[in-house]
């Protein structure tokens, strides 16, 4: 179970998952922009990186909206 997220915590987190977001966004404009392109290896680099970013924010949002036992 996680602990609770103190106030400053929850804007640190905050912080971090906006920076997160924003690079996920804009590798997603990165692999767009690379369809077609021959360099495949570049791609799937940019993908994986995707993924990675995506488990952080899942990460943080878990931190930040605990689950609620009813």
Do not use: F
Not at 8 to 26: F, G, N, S, T
Not at 47 to 57: A, E, G, P, T, Y
């Amino acid at each position: 179970m996680a602990s609770e997220v103190t106030r400053p915590d929850e804007v640190a987190l905050r912080a971090r998952l906006a920076e997160l977001m924003q690079e996920h966004r804009d590798l997603d404009a990165a692999i767009d922009a690379l369809q077609g392109s021959p360099d495949q290896l570049q791609i799937t680099r940019l993908k994986k990186r995707k993924l990675q970013l995506k488990d952080q924010i899942t990460k943080i949002n878990d931190q930040l909206l605990p689950d609620i036992i009813a």
